[in-house]
């Protein structure tokens, strides 16, 4: 089945400064993959995704970026803000298809 | 549009038992997924359900079942409840079938066995 990896598992940036996420997955067959953003005690929610036809995709301070090559795809938040402290979760689909595998999430911190 | 609605939002239930969960899609969404999450393993598939039809099954054990009524509203269903079913259990919905991947996730329910 497909594996998704995140790194690193913890970050702490200052605020203002950017923050960036990889992760990695194993099929080929993967052709979408989302972020999600989970604060403490609520659900987790869309915030940018990025199809394998697409290289890049921005949606204001945030990015997101896919190499199929390497299999890998990374997010990139700028200008962080305190607000902007979270689990983030990467996921792809296995075999092109609707389900969702998960990476382990990112805890991200953002120091005032 | 109101969003993805779960019931009920926290339950607890000793082992052996069984419980039923239920999901509201997005108005006009017709599949949703079930995923279970535990800090140690993670947000994980448990199934999905299109137009009342099982699409996709994840790698856990049948005691965990599920089903779609035709107005979309999903259920799912742990029988012999385990202390390692403990966990927040999320439904997700979707609007169409092919082509249209964006997911979006209820509130969840919180579950403790004991």
């Known amino acids: 089945g497909e594996n998704v990896e995140q790194h690193p598992s913890t970050l702490s940036v200052q605020e203002g400064d950017s923050a960036v996420i990889k992760c990695t997955y194993s099929d080929s067959a993967s052709n979408y993959f989302p972020w999600y953003k989970q604060e403490l005690g609520k659900r987790p929610q869309l915030i940018i995704d990025?199809?394998?036809?697409?290289g890049e995709k921005k949606d204001q301070r945030i990015a997101v970026t896919l190499n199929k090559t390497a299999k890998h795809f990374s997010l990139h938040i700028t200008e962080t803000q305190p607000e902007d402290s979270a689990v983030y979760f990467c996921?792809?689909?296995?075999?092109?298809?609707?389900?969702?595998?998960f990476g382990k999430g990112n805890q991200v911190v953002v120091i005032p | 549009k109101a969003g993805v609605t779960q019931t009920p939002r926290y339950l607890i239930k000793t082992r052996g038992q069984q419980v039923t969960l239920s999901c509201s899609p997005i108005?006009?969404?017709?599949?949703v997924s079930w995923y279970q999450q535990t800090p140690g393993q993670g947000l994980q598939f448990l199934f999905e359900y299109f137009s009342e039809t099982q699409r996709n099954k994840g790698n856990f054990p049948g005691r965990f079942s599920g089903r779609q009524f035709s107005n979309s509203r999903s259920e799912m269903n742990v029988s012999t409840l385990e202390l390692g079913d403990s966990a927040l259990y999320l439904c997700?919905?979707?609007?169409?079938?092919?082509?249209?991947?964006?997911?979006?996730f209820g509130p969840g329910t919180r579950l403790t066995v004991t």
């Open positions: 990025i199809r394998s036809n697409v």
């Open positions: 108005s006009g969404h017709r599949s």
């Open positions: 997700a919905s979707r609007a169409q079938d092919r082509g249209d991947y964006e997911q979006y």
């Open positions: 996921a792809a689909n296995p075999y092109g298809n609707n389900r969702l595998a």
